[in-house]
């Protein structure tokens, strides 16, 4: 069965730090760029950030540059998001998707089930 599951989310305070887990089952991760998704409660869904296939190059929204850091490790067909000095901003169910072409291009094939970060003192 083709899946992507996330892992890794919970309550920090802010300052805090989580990092996410995106593992793939069923196909490789290899072969595909892999983007984070947030939505917030009443917000659109927006971008956080992508990493392609091709090279392992990183992209980030403006709100987390500085901020996060996406990985890959294709042994364990997993791609992280490390979350560091989170803010309370940062709450949202995160998303990762994973897409069949080198670069961050959608439409993505896959998604994962979401994963809840809560950034609250």
């Known amino acids: 069965q083709v899946q992507l599951v996330e892992s890794g989310g919970g309550l920090v305070q802010p300052g805090g730090s989580l990092r996410l887990s995106c593992a793939a089952s069923?196909?490789?991760?290899?072969?595909?760029?892999v983007g984070w998704f947030r939505q917030a409660p009443g917000k659109e869904r927006e971008g956080v950030s992508c990493?392609?296939?091709?090279?392992?190059?990183?992209y980030y929204a403006d709100s987390v540059k500085g901020r996060f850091t996406t990985s890959r490790d294709n042994a364990k067909n997993t791609v992280y998001l490390q979350m560091n000095s989170l803010k309370p901003e940062d709450t949202a169910v995160y998303y990762c998707?994973?897409?069949?072409?080198?670069?961050?291009?959608?439409?993505?094939?896959?998604w994962g089930q979401g994963t809840q970060v809560t950034v609250s003192s």
């Open positions: 990493i392609t296939s091709s090279d392992g190059s990183t």
């Open positions: 998707a994973a897409v069949s072409v080198a670069g961050c291009v959608p439409p993505y094939d896959y």
């Open positions: 069923g196909f490789t991760l290899d072969y595909y760029a």
